[in-house]
């Protein structure tokens, strides 16, 4: 009977987990290139209760008897499905489609990733750049900082599906500019590390990143501009996942209970 509280109390606490990922990810639904996050369970050690392998008359038996010890969180996985086109009146917002991460330079020189292409154009002390809304600069196809120009009317820019951004003249001449938005790819895009404020970080799981436009073997990705990528969490789906959530929990919970009156009544027997 301890055993069934112990055991119970695993369920309890993975079922808590379960929710608390739910619940972050009812609470990104509108965060842009935010991807569901999926936790998965596995099982704990079994204890074996039946040392004999063979019956009275010496025979093997098909099968043993082994009770498991419960439950625990085996990881919690990004899905990188593709999200929602949403229109988007900001100049310089971008939506990937493909399997492609925007790189961009953190403030300690190291490189993150990210869907939200949600743009803006910094004026600073080299003229203008392309960064985040955290003001963290947008990279290049070539890993340098997208910059342009003090003098740059911005309203000029344009971009095509690939990432080039090109300019228009006083004469109405569109010219490349020669600078390219990077995308990158990775082998196992779910090993990337989370570090908030919706950037990854690499980790030996991902595997280094892979440049688009640099490796012939990638599937290069379109760079939407005037287009933000929407959440990749369905309402309806975390609405019935938290309530087989709930269930679990309850049963873990009756499950503890039923144990400790099955205590109780033990404790009760008198000779």
């Known amino acids: 009977?301890?055993?069934?509280?112990w055991t119970a109390a695993t369920g309890m606490k993975t079922q808590q987990t379960s929710l608390d990922n739910l619940s972050h990810n009812l609470a990104n639904i509108n965060t842009t290139g935010y991807k569901k996050e999926r936790i998965e369970f596995e099982s704990l050690l079994y204890q074996t209760i039946q040392q004999r392998t063979t019956?009275?008359?010496?025979?093997?038996?098909?099968?043993?008897?082994?009770?498991?010890?419960?439950?625990?969180?085996?990881?919690i996985s990004t899905e990188f499905t593709q999200g929602r086109f949403l229109d988007s009146t900001g100049a310089f917002d971008f939506a990937i489609e493909g399997e492609g991460f925007f790189m961009v330079q953190m403030?300690?020189?190291?490189?993150?990733?990210?869907?939200?292409?949600?743009f803006l154009v910094a004026v600073d002390s080299s003229g203008l750049t392309l960064t985040t809304a955290n003001g963290y600069a947008v990279l290049d196809s070539n890993g340098q900082p997208i910059t342009f120009p003090a003098d740059t009317d911005t309203t000029r820019l344009t971009f095509d599906e690939?990432?080039?951004?090109?300019?228009?003249?006083?004469?109405?001449?569109?010219g490349p500019m020669g600078i390219r938005i990077g995308a990158t790819q990775f082998n196992n895009p779910s090993g990337l590390r989370k570090i908030g404020d919706s950037y990854?970080?690499?980790?030996?799981?991902?595997?280094?990143?892979?440049v688009e436009g640099?490796?012939?073997?990638?599937?290069?990705?379109?760079?939407?501009n005037g287009?933000?990528?929407?959440?990749?969490?369905?309402?309806?789906?975390?609405m019935v996942d938290m309530i087989v959530t709930q269930r679990a929990y309850e049963m873990n919970s009756k499950a503890?209970?039923?144990s400790g009156e099955m205590l109780q009544l033990a404790n009760n027997l008198r000779s």
């Open 1 to 5: 009977m301890m055993r069934s509280l």
């Open 55 to 75: 019956d009275h008359e010496g025979k093997p038996k098909p099968i043993t008897a082994q009770v498991g010890l419960g439950v625990r969180v085996a990881a």
């Open 107 to 118: 403030p300690d020189g190291s490189t993150a990733y990210t869907r939200n292409g949600n």
């Open 162 to 174: 690939w990432g080039n951004i090109f300019y228009r003249d006083n004469d109405g001449v569109v």
């Open 200 to 210: 990854f970080a690499v980790t030996p799981a991902s595997g280094e990143p892979r």
């Open 214 to 224: 640099q490796d012939a073997s990638l599937k290069v990705s379109k760079i939407k």
């Open 227 to 238: 287009y933000l990528e929407g959440s990749s969490v369905e309402a309806v789906d975390e």
């Open 256 to 258: 503890i209970q039923a």
